[in-house]
């Protein structure tokens, strides 16, 4: 009796040895599909660069050039489109066509050819024959990375956050270029604003330079350039 007492304790606590074991193994499982999907839906934020042909972008840009003979200021209107993709090793190299025209009653005419890749990493984007890495992926609020890690300009790196600005939601990604405030030498305050599913919807430079020796004002600008190009059309060439 007592022999079979025991064997009825044992074979209880088998199954709840069983049952234990059964929803761990559930347990382990669920989280490493929770975790799989995760991995698999991580935002990584490859849209705020879209790469396809027949995109185009379209800006209105004020652009004011500080020359010896004073500012030179002009206004038009830039066009960026992908026209086309080479397959260079295991990446996909975008042809952008750049073009201007006065305003919009006039036709656009060729201004400059960049070129446009992303790796699993980064956004590279070739202008004037220069390499720039313009976001470093995934897309983190605060991230710095190495703009000029492709070439050897020895410029500060870009840095990355979330800020809305104007008509730009919460989501928009502002790339801050360099941030030095005016001082009694220069000022150099540059950014690009990113927009998802298009691209560059927004660019603010002004960097300046300031007279130090036998100035006649403060400040006196000796040099430089301010550009805001904002977005005013966007879409696809069918």
Known sequence: MVADGLQKVLDKMDKKLFLVV??????????????????????????YFPLEVGNFREYRVLEVNFLAAGPDTSRYQLREELTDSIVNGDQVVYTLERSVRPNAQEEWELDSVW?????????????????????????LDGQIWDSNALNPNPDFPYASLFAPSDSLDDNALLVLIKDIPENIVLKDERSEFYARGIGLVRRDFETLNFCTVDCDNRPEITSGRILDQRLIAHGKVD
């Open 22 to 47: 059964l929803m761990a193994s559930m347990a382990w499982w669920v989280g490493c599909s929770e975790g799989t999907i995760e991995t698999a839906e991580q935002d990584f934020g490859y849209d």
């Open 115 to 139: 070129t446009a890749r992303i790796t699993t990493t980064e956004a590279i984007q070739v202008e004037n024959n220069i390499p720039i890495v313009k976001i470093a992926f995934p897309v």
